[in-house]
């Protein structure tokens, strides 16, 4: 594996191999990489001739007062399991942006309400960045994980309003054996919060489980799961299209359940789909 901190000489390198009619997978994370993360590499790797994978952390999804200078880092950790799976060039760039950088990508209407109700600008600096990634990864395929079901469904629409030639793929969502959605915030967590943290998808549960036994209004359905929440606070518990992200008063094919609550520290997201 060729650990890669140029981003001009990984564009050049990817490019040579386009033209070489290489497929290019591509795994772009911010580090501190667990199972979630590596589920994602084995899905790329076989569905590609060159697999890069990306640890950056993207200052312009950060709100000035979220977790930036003291979000999880492990580099040397990182770069062994990105061997372990397969990866040909861990792209580790120093900076990103250039100094005069001006431009910024965003999705309309995906981005408003769940995540971007509360963080805003979180969702531009995401779009913005893996649009440049793609630029210099020049990938055939890449794959982002379902536990941020959100950020999928921008990134899969900006690829198609952009006219990017990327397939974009999937990777369901990964849980520990406790049902606690797999998340680098995890680290934060101390025992008791961790127990009141998978509360959350218990709470998913809880809703998918009425859901089978023919409950459909969405806001009884919410109100009925809010007893199962044992969080400090929570940001938002909502039924939405699965496709459109649009809320639902009535749940229907395809439909999930997403969840955003603080519990200590960190801010834990956590979805499921309640009706195939």
Not at 124 to 137: C, D, K, P, W
Not at 163 to 189: H, K, W
Not at 206 to 218: F, S
Not at 228 to 235: A, F, G, I, M, T
Request: hydrophobic share 40%.
């Amino acid at each position: 594996m060729k650990i890669q901190i140029d981003p001009h000489a990984l564009q050049r390198e990817a490019l040579r191999r386009r033209a070489q009619g290489q497929r290019i997978g591509f795994v772009p994370t911010m580090g501190y990489l667990h199972r979630g993360h590596t589920s994602l590499l084995s899905l790329a790797r076989d569905r590609c001739d060159w697999l890069v994978a990306s640890i950056y952390v993207n200052p312009l999804q950060f709100a000035p007062t979220e977790d930036l200078a003291a979000y999880p880092r492990d580099p040397e950790g990182d770069a062994e399991k990105c061997r372990e799976h397969g990866v040909d060039c861990l792209f580790m760039p120093e900076a990103l942006y250039l100094p005069e950088h001006r431009t910024r990508v965003g999705v309309d209407g995906l981005s408003l309400g769940l995540c971007g109700g509360s963080r805003p600008t979180h969702f531009e600096g995401v779009t913005t960045v893996v649009a440049r990634l793609f630029g210099l990864v020049q990938p055939t395929v890449s794959v982002f994980g379902e536990k941020d079901y959100q950020q999928l469904t921008l990134i899969r629409r900006m690829v198609a309003d952009l006219a990017m030639p990327i397939e974009i793929v999937g990777g369901p969502l990964v849980r520990d054996t406790d049902g606690l959605a797999l998340s680098s915030r995890n680290a934060y967590l101390n025992s008791k919060e961790r127990s009141r943290a998978v509360t959350i998808y218990q709470t998913l549960c809880h809703l998918r489980t009425r859901v089978q036994a023919g409950v459909l209004d969405t806001e009884a359905l919410v109100q009925s799961a809010l007893s199962e929440l044992q969080v400090d606070q929570l940001d938002y518990l909502e039924i939405r299209d699965g496709l459109s992200l649009e809320p639902l008063r009535t749940v229907q094919p395809g439909a999930r359940a997403f969840a955003a609550a603080w519990v200590g520290r960190p801010r834990l997201i956590d979805n499921l789909e309640l009706l195939s």
